[in-house]
């Protein structure tokens, strides 16, 4: 099986920064695309950022110029610094990642991480 795990989360004022990190393991073969999405209380979960194996990066437009990810192949990593945090940032952030093992190609999350952006 694959885990995903998560960590960085917590409590920052506003205009703080906080940086998340997501490590992937298991019986991997290859991971392709990889994400954040975020949910706050009483909404749905939404994108915030996603990277492809390549590099090529999308953002929320609620994020853009704010926050960044990046990657380490590697190492199996997904990082997402989030700078100039706001209130509305408050949700808790997942990490997500379409996987390929032996049996096929998968999508999976992380169990989240909270952060909290208030004075």
């Known amino acids: 099986q694959v885990q995903l795990v998560e960590s960085g989360g917590g409590l920052v004022q506003p205009g703080g920064s906080l940086r998340l990190s997501c490590t992937a393991s298991?019986?991997?073969?290859?991971?392709?695309?990889m994400g954040w999405y975020r949910q706050a209380p009483g909404n749905q979960r939404d994108l915030v950022a996603t990277?492809?194996?390549?590099?090529?990066?999308n953002y929320a437009d609620s994020v853009k110029g704010r926050f960044t990810i990046s990657r380490d192949n590697a190492k199996n990593t997904v990082s997402l610094q989030m700078n100039s945090l706001k209130p509305e940032d408050t949700a808790v952030y997942y990490c997500?990642?379409?996987?390929?093992?032996?049996?096929?190609?998968?999508?999976?999350w992380g169990q989240g991480t909270r952060v909290n952006v208030s004075s």
């Open positions: 990277i492809t194996r390549g590099g090529t990066t």
């Open positions: 298991g019986r991997i073969i290859r991971i392709n695309d």
């Open positions: 997500n990642a379409h996987i390929y093992m032996l049996s096929g190609a998968y999508d999976y």
